[in-house]
Structures are given as C-alpha cells and as structure tokens.
Nanobody, 122 residues
C-alpha cells in the first residue's frame, strides 16, 4: 500500500509559478513510477507528466512541455511538479499517482492522492 498526499496548490496569476509536492508513505516509493494528472471542471482527467522509478526518464504532455518539470527525491519519498509560465487553462485539480508502469494512461496507475487545486487567474 502507498498513500499519497499532494500539497502546494493555490491561486496564482497567469505567468506565475507553483511547485506541487506529493509525499508518499511506505518504504517502496522508489519501486513505483510516478505521474501527475489534472482534471478541470467538466473535463476528463488528463495526463500531465510522468517519471520513472529512478528519475532517469520523464515524459510530458504537449500542453505543458517546456513549462512544467517533474522530479523526484526517493530519499524523501516525494515527487514534485514545478509549474512555470502558468496559463488560465492550467486551472484544475492536480493529482499524483503511483504505478508499476511508466505510462500516460491513468488506468495503469494503482495509487492516487486526493488532489490539490491550482487556480490561475488571467
């Protein structure tokens, strides 16, 4: 079992930055690939970014490439999402997830956090 708790969301102006954190419980954090997803009101949950167990590989949705950076610290059982040059369309609830497969598919992730709200004002 892995429990995930996101933090760092909030209200920011367009062009600003936020860093989300996702703290994981348990001793097996380093055995999971991690992903960030988001869901805006009235829309389906969408993939944002993923990182391999070791942190050696990352992958991003086209909509955030060049603006967002995913990273992880296995010693701290934490994955991060640094979000720069935020746009109004980035407004959503952001979720972190843990899974055995390095993928963009939400259905392949086993454990999910409760989400943190990010609101970007234009």
């Amino acid at each position: 079992q892995v429990q995930l708790v996101e933090s760092g969301g909030g209200l920011v102006q367009a062009g600003g930055s936020l860093r989300l954190s996702c703290a994981a419980s348990g001793r097996t954090f380093s055995s999971y690939n991690m992903g960030w997803f988001r869901q805006a009101p009235g829309k389906e949950r969408e993939f944002v970014a993923a990182i391999r167990r070791s942190g050696g590989s990352t992958y991003y949705a086209d909509s955030v490439k060049g603006r967002f950076t995913i990273s992880r610290d296995n010693a701290k059982n934490t994955v991060y999402l640094q979000m720069n040059s935020l746009k109004a369309e980035d407004t959503a609830v952001y979720y972190c997830a843990a899974g055995a497969v390095f993928t963009t598919a939400s259905t392949s992730y086993t454990y999910w956090g409760q989400g943190t709200q990010v609101t970007v004002s234009s």
